[in-house]
């Protein structure tokens, strides 16, 4: 951070999530193309071979309503997906949506598209949409949520795969993919030039749902008043653009809990911007 | 009590793959359905497997555990071209055989398996199988009930597979193949999805145009929730889906999609 030219603090970043990021990325990839390559008689020895379908926990939010009605699954979706998803939720009760923030491969795609835009527009990039469009538009995502869920149990079928941009990204070599699923997905990898996550904010259905419990979860961001310098560091770092230095705690249901607003990070007055549990005292 | 990013990576990692973990110690945790076919439930073959639950996701290595035939004879039955024939799932063989006249699918296998592991099998609906395939059955014992079937469900071996296997004793007997399907690339992507199979649901027969009322008259009962699927309605209410199904494919084919 530059005050009159001089720099101040140096702006740490939770470098953990990074290492985090790149590991589920390269395990789905990997688990992904080994699909890929079992299907044709090869394989990577000791890795998993599932479906990308059997490890989205997207897919089990989907079939809630048809295993609560006919007791089985939506076509393509396995006991697994039905796991991860209730271990998605127990992460998201604990801390918030973790999963977007630190383990979904296309939100960790995104932040890397966007670290050009930063490059390009400076401090341009990520506001380029009008505050009262982009929030209206930030309920857009709860609209896709519904209509997946509705179309989903009245078809009995996966139709989100023929649009969803995840499954593109890890299958866009296969005949699998649909057309709508690759223009998604490049549509949201050219915003991200412009938009910090453009998908999770606007459209990411799982984002919608996990979103939802900022405003009960156990561990939440919290602002300490009687030490904030009130820089609006916080507010400037938060990829979700929340107001951060504006709350003394968080709930908006857009963070992803990725702790870059934290005195971990972007802060620079230590216990300030904290994940806490409990309240502060 | 605070938590940094730290502890917080370890915590993810740790329910997350302990959540895996536990769930496969328990058996919960299946990435694929079971590739165990449900055995017969009375008579002589009691507790044997049934070929008529063999499914698309079934490889030639599923069916080679279950019913005891090597995978290199299913790949020289169905003229397949593969370094691997374990792997070869059996959803696959509609694409090889996309220009054929008449479905070569998981039907298809489905009697190639009872024939050649003597197995009971529906006769009642058209099921064909590459010349290849019958071949190898003619040097196995059949019923001349079952030898007149085949003669009359053998389609040529795909154009493409010329370089495939050849069958090691061709015996061409005196009963040639009298249906001769002409290759055609007239079964369009939208008939091939429009195929009444397992995983259909009473919502996709819905959705291709066929009313509940023709439905309901086809089962025989009310229609369930139309997210159940057909296969599994008819298990359940002791119906032969063998039967059901080409009832309601006939209905689906006279709608125009």
């Keep these: 951070m530059k005050i009159f030219g001089k720099r101040l603090f140096r702006p740490r970043s939770i470098w953990i999530r990074r290492v985090v990021q790149w590991f589920f990325f390269l395990l789905i990839a990997l688990i992904s193309v080994n699909h890929t390559l079992v299907e044709s008689g090869g394989g990577i020895p000791f890795l998993s071979t599932a479906?990308?379908?059997?490890?989205?926990?997207?897919?089990?939010?989907?079939?809630?309503?048809?295993?609560?009605?006919?007791?089985?699954?939506?076509?393509?979706?396995?006991?697994?997906?039905?796991?991860?998803?209730?271990?998605?939720?127990?992460?998201?009760?604990?801390?918030?949506?973790?999963?977007?923030?630190?383990?979904?491969?296309?939100?960790?795609?995104?932040?890397?598209?966007?670290?050009?835009?930063?490059?390009?527009?400076?401090?341009?990039?990520?506001?380029?949409?009008?505050?009262?469009?982009?929030?209206?538009?930030?309920?857009?995502?709860?609209?896709?949520?519904?209509?997946?869920?509705?179309?989903?149990?009245?078809?009995?079928?996966?139709?989100?795969?023929?649009?969803?941009?995840?499954?593109?990204?890890?299958?866009?070599?296969?005949?699998?993919?649909?057309?709508?699923?690759?223009?998604?997905?490049?549509?949201?990898?050219?915003?991200?030039?412009?938009?910090?996550?453009?998908?999770?904010?606007?459209?990411?259905?799982?984002?919608?749902?996990?979103?939802?419990?900022?405003?009960?979860?156990?561990?939440?961001?919290?602002?300490?008043?009687?030490?904030?310098?009130?820089?609006?560091?916080?507010?400037?770092?938060?990829?979700?653009?929340?107001?951060?230095?504006?709350?003394?705690?968080?709930?908006?249901h857009q963070c992803i809990s990725c702790l870059e607003c934290t005195s971990e990070a972007i802060c620079p007055v230590a216990k300030t911007v904290v994940f806490n549990a409990g309240g502060i005292k | 009590m605070n938590l940094t990013s730290k502890p917080l990576a370890a915590i993810i990692f740790v329910i997350l793959f302990g959540g895996i973990m536990f769930t496969t110690a328990t058996g919960w945790w299946k990435t694929e359905s079971t590739k165990q076919p449900a055995t017969f439930t009375e008579g002589e073959f009691a507790g044997v497997a049934n070929p008529a639950d063999i499914r698309g996701s079934y490889t030639f290595g599923d069916i080679e555990k279950a019913f005891d035939i090597p995978s290199s004879i299913l790949v020289q039955a169905f003229v397949i071209e593969t370094s691997d024939p374990a792997a070869f799932a059996v959803k696959s063989l509609e694409e090889i055989y996309a220009a054929s006249e008449f479905e070569i699918g998981t039907a298809s296998v489905r009697l190639f398996v009872a024939f050649y592991k003597g197995l009971p099998m529906d006769l009642t609906t058209d099921m064909y199988l590459p010349e290849n395939a019958t071949i190898l059955l003619k040097e196995r014992t059949l019923t001349p009930e079952q030898l007149t079937y085949l003669d009359a469900h053998t389609v040529p071996n795909p154009a493409a597979?010329?370089?495939?296997?050849?069958?090691?004793?061709?015996?061409?007997?005196?009963?040639?193949?009298?249906?001769?399907?002409?290759?055609?690339?007239?079964?369009?992507?939208?008939?091939?999805?429009?195929?009444?199979?397992?995983?259909?649901?009473?919502?996709?027969?819905?959705?291709?145009?066929?009313?509940?009322?023709?439905?309901?008259?086809?089962?025989?009962?009310?229609?369930?929730?139309?997210?159940?699927?057909?296969?599994?309605?008819?298990?359940?209410?002791?119906?032969?889906?063998?039967?059901?199904?080409?009832a309601l494919q006939t209905e689906v084919d006279k709608v125009k999609p």
């Design chain 2, 161 to 246: 597979a010329s370089s495939a296997p050849e069958v090691a004793t061709v015996q061409v007997t005196e009963s040639a193949p009298e249906v001769v399907a002409t290759p055609s690339p007239a079964m369009s992507e939208v008939s091939i999805e429009r195929l009444v199979k397992g995983k259909t649901t009473f919502r996709e027969v819905l959705d291709w145009g066929v009313s509940q009322e023709i439905i309901e008259q086809i089962i025989g009962a009310p229609m369930p929730n139309p997210l159940t699927k057909v296969k599994d309605f008819c298990t359940e209410k002791g119906l032969d889906f063998e039967v059901i199904k080409p």
């Design chain 1, 51 to 252: 479906s990308l379908h059997s490890l989205c926990p997207f897919g089990g939010v989907v079939t809630i309503y048809q295993y609560a009605t006919v007791g089985t699954f939506v076509q393509k979706i396995h006991e697994s997906a039905f796991i991860l998803m209730i271990i998605g939720f127990v992460l998201a009760f604990l801390f918030g949506p973790v999963f977007c923030g630190w383990v979904c491969p296309l939100g960790t795609v995104q932040e890397w598209v966007s670290k050009l835009g930063k490059k390009f527009f400076k401090r341009k990039f990520n506001h380029f949409v009008p505050t009262k469009l982009d929030n209206i538009l930030r309920y857009l995502r709860y609209v896709v949520l519904a209509w997946v869920v509705y179309v989903t149990a009245t078809s009995g079928t996966l139709i989100f795969a023929e649009y969803d941009p995840y499954f593109a990204l890890f299958n866009f070599w296969s005949s699998e993919v649909a057309i709508g699923g690759l223009i998604i997905l490049g549509v949201t990898l050219i915003l991200s030039v412009f938009v910090e996550r453009p998908w999770c904010k606007y459209a990411c259905p799982y984002g919608a749902v996990l979103g939802i419990t900022n405003l009960f979860r156990v561990f939440q961001i919290r602002r300490v008043e009687s030490t904030c310098k009130a820089d609006g560091a916080c507010s400037i770092m938060c990829p979700m653009n929340i107001p951060v230095d504006a709350v003394k705690t968080v709930r908006d």
